[in-house]
């Protein structure tokens, strides 16, 4: 699926026909006649509700009750008023509305769903990806011409930019919408955000909250059962769940389960108990051996619009994977991603829950030191610590190529550390500290919440459904989906419900999740207290596939750019690495380069950071 949406303007006319080229375009048309969205998409992702002049479209997957949406829509005097109708939606979707001259258009929390827009001679348009506004901007223009080199070297940073800019497109004068927030765009082509969703209060009692999430984890995976449906079945709790749910809600359920490198991973064992308790599924387990490797493809063209492929390491594996079970005839795949960010335990929860009971929080804080072997220090400080968003943001600019933290560093600020690799460029590094210090100082962002637990929590959830999105795109011409509904929108309610107090309960993994789908998912596989680990994988992807991530440094095109010295990343990955987390940098250079070749060679006249070009 991919789509443009076009404000009910009569200027819009001038920017319609290049999105209407190609076989297999659609559109569906504002009352006035004028387009409105224009794209392909398959029938069942689309639902199509009217009210008079006014119309409301859902893409992608939910569950829309077409009497009561008419009714809203009818009823509303101002497009605000269809907020309550879109926190009723279960599923991952986008929505836009046609209203009396004005149109919304917005994704979801996650991002998993996302809305960008640009201006295109006055007039505003949006759509699900960056890529195609791009190519409207810059018409006829090759496309390395369109990617921002500043903006390119953000995305080297380890683990990942720091919001707000990890929203930021890597294409120019490209915007995409903020969490919780929808796009209005006027009859005259002009356009505004306007913040319609917000994080809710961690108050929910652990009976409410678990009823809460249950619901919402029972409506959403019902979503994508309306035809053969696959999950993974890691062994692990999160796909391991979705996979009961999914056979609770009747869904025609096949599943798949690599076996794990490292043989003293458990997970296989877990998975197979699993399947003995699933016995209407189909159940796939496929041997290492069977399996790509990590960083497999790394040098190859990715193929994928909207930007460096954040989890560009497991491509490979997940291609493969999409073609086994679509020849099973799944449309739909269940991914576990998002259970570990909204059920396991953040370090910075501990910052929340001495604020939250400064006195009954001590034995639990005591515990998580000595488990994790943080430092005195470093949690005495931490936990001490009251930097607003702001000045944590401006902090990061000035550790930009300080060491990365180490285990013993209790990590309790606002989020993780970002550090640019040591082959990144003096003039990458640069680029990068003056985004972050001008986005601190000029635009002095607000967190998601003032509670730090919160704010990381979601924080982290955007992140991984911006991974998802872009490995739909990425895999899309297999024609199996990938969808996480632990990323939909009600599911990230409800788990932000949670008090943190009862995210942090002794000798309880995940208890919020546990006791949400006990009952569904068999005691014996909620017993489990052990959880895989994958340095295996990662070394051995390294270890066999070392010669042509070399190859790439002899023509890399981020040095072309100006943003990676390719000596200095030659020698980084010819060097030994005895922890997989020191592999870790790898994975977003490798990222970036391989994207870049996607999208082409930068031309002759295309601009670097040293301010030559190419």
């Known amino acids: 699926m991919d789509f443009a949406v076009l404000p009910d303007s009569p200027a819009a006319s001038a920017v319609t026909e290049p ?58 005097r101002t497009m605000g008023q269809l907020d309550d109708l879109a926190r009723s939606l279960p599923g991952c979707f986008h929505l836009t509305v046609s209203f009396d001259g004005w149109t919304r258009a917005q994704g979801s929390v996650s991002t998993a769903r996302q809305i960008f827009f640009t201006d295109v001679r006055g007039v505003t348009v949006a759509a699900d990806g960056p890529r195609r506004l791009a190519e409207l901007v810059h018409p006829g223009a090759d496309r390395a ?42 009859p005259d082509g002009s356009a505004r955000t306007v913040r319609w969703w917000r994080p809710p209060e961690p108050e929910a009692s652990p009976e409410e909250a678990a009823e809460r999430i249950r619901a919402a984890l029972l409506a959403c995976v019902a979503t994508r059962a309306g035809s053969t449906l696959s999950a993974d079945l890691s062994g692990g709790l999160d796909s391991t769940s979705l996979c009961f749910l999914a056979d609770a809600v009747g869904a025609d359920l096949v599943t798949h389960h690599w076996k794990p490198a490292d043989r003293a991973n458990d997970d296989t064992e877990w998975a197979r108990r699993a399947a003995g308790h699933l016995p209407s599924a189909r159940h796939h387990f496929a041997a290492t051996q069977d399996s790509p490797t990590w960083y497999e493809g790394a040098h190859v063209d ?119 690799p040591p082959w990144t460029t003096p003039d990458a590094v640069d680029a990068v500290r003056g985004l972050l210090r001008n986005a601190a100082e000029q635009e002095r962002p607000r967190p998601h919440h003032r509670d730090r637990a919160q704010h990381q929590t979601l924080d982290i959830v955007v992140q991984t459904g911006s991974g998802v999105r872009q490995l739909d795109a990425a895999l899309g011409d297999s024609g199996v989906a990938c969808e996480a509904p632990y990323l939909d929108d009600r599911v990230v309610e409800a788990a932000l419900s ?117």
Not at 60 to 66: A, Y
Not at 173 to 182: I, W, Y
Not at 559 to 587: F, I, M, N
């Open 145 to 186: 011409l369109s990617v921002d080199p500043e903006l390119l070297a953000l995305r080297l940073l380890t683990p990942s930019p720091p919001w707000p800019l990890s929203l930021r497109p890597v294409w120019s004068q490209v915007s995409a919408l903020g969490v919780g927030h929808r796009l209005e765009l006027g």
């Open 302 to 420: 990715a193929g994928q619009e909207e930007g460096p492929l954040p989890w560009a390491r497991n491509r490979a594996h997940m291609a493969r994977l999409l073609a086994s079970v679509a020849a099973d005839g799944s449309g739909c795949h269940l991914l576990g991603v998002g259970g570990d960010e909204l059920f396991g335990v953040l370090p910075t929860a501990l910052w929340s829950l001495v604020r939250r009971h400064p006195l009954g929080s001590l034995s639990t804080i005591h515990r998580f030191r000595v488990l994790n072997r943080w430092s005195l220090a470093s949690t005495v400080r931490g936990l001490a610590d009251s930097a607003s968003y702001a000045a944590w943001l401006r902090g990061t600019a000035d550790r930009l190529t300080d060491p990365a933290p180490g285990p013993a560093d209790a990590l309790l600020t606002w989020g993780w550390e970002p550090r640019l």
């Open 498 to 614: 949670v008090r943190v107090e009862d995210r942090l309960v002794s000798g309880d993994f995940k208890p919020m999740l546990r006791r949400a789908v006990r009952g569904i998912v068999p005691d014996e596989i909620l017993a489990r207290r052990s959880k895989g680990e994958f340095s295996a994988e990662a070394f051995q992807g390294m270890r066999r596939n070392r010669a042509n991530l070399l190859d790439l440094c002899e023509d890399l095109r981020l040095s072309h750019l100006g943003l990676v010295d390719p000596d200095a990343l030659r020698t980084a990955l010819l060097s030994p690495k005895p922890q997989s987390r020191q592999l870790v940098p790898y994975e977003n250079t490798l990222a970036c380069e391989s994207w870049l070749r996607s999208v082409a060679e930068p031309a002759p006249g295309a601009a670097s950071l040293a301010g030559e070009t190419s």
């Open 19 to 76: 999105l209407t080229r190609g076989p297999g375009v659609q559109v569906i048309r504002h009352t006035s006649g004028r387009p409105w969205i224009v794209g392909r998409w398959a029938d069942r992702e689309l639902t199509l509700v009217s009210a008079g002049a006014r119309r409301l479209a859902v893409l992608g997957r939910s569950t829309v009750d077409p009497e009561r949406t008419a009714r809203a829509l009818a009823d509303a």
